[in-house]
């Protein structure tokens, strides 16, 4: 059974930073890809960043980019969102999410979701 455990949400200040982590385990995720995604209330889920599980380039929403970046750590089984930079309307519940082959910005070809972790940045 895939797990996926978020974590390292909270309260922060505008301009300040933040670190989510995700804590993955139930398979070998070899050949997938991880997922941010957020949502704020009233709005859709929107992608936020994605990176291939064994690691490389990041790619990132426009809103976020220069601002946030994504990094992985097998040996723990976890991958991280650095938040920097982080503005009001930054402030959602933030959701790791896995698929095999590419990065994806559609939240419907997700095959596991974590249950998300809250950020709010205050202003």
């Known amino acids: 059974q895939v797990l996926l455990v978020e974590s390292g949400g909270g309260l922060v200040q505008a301009g300040g930073s933040l670190r989510l982590s995700c804590e993955a385990s139930g398979r070998t995720f070899f050949g997938y890809v991880v997922h941010w995604f957020r949502q704020a209330p009233g709005k859709e889920r929107e992608f936020v960043a994605g990176?291939?599980?064994?690691?490389?380039?990041?790619y990132y929403a426009d809103s976020v980019k220069g601002r946030f970046t994504i990094s992985t750590n097998n040996a723990k089984n976890t991958v991280y969102l650095q938040m920097d930079s982080v503005k009001p309307e930054d402030t959602a519940v933030y959701y790791c999410a896995v698929q095999r082959g590419v990065i994806s910005e559609r939240p419907v070809g997700m095959e596991n979701w974590g249950k998300g972790t809250q950020v709010t940045v205050s202003s």
């Open positions: 990176i291939p599980w064994t690691g490389g380039n990041g």
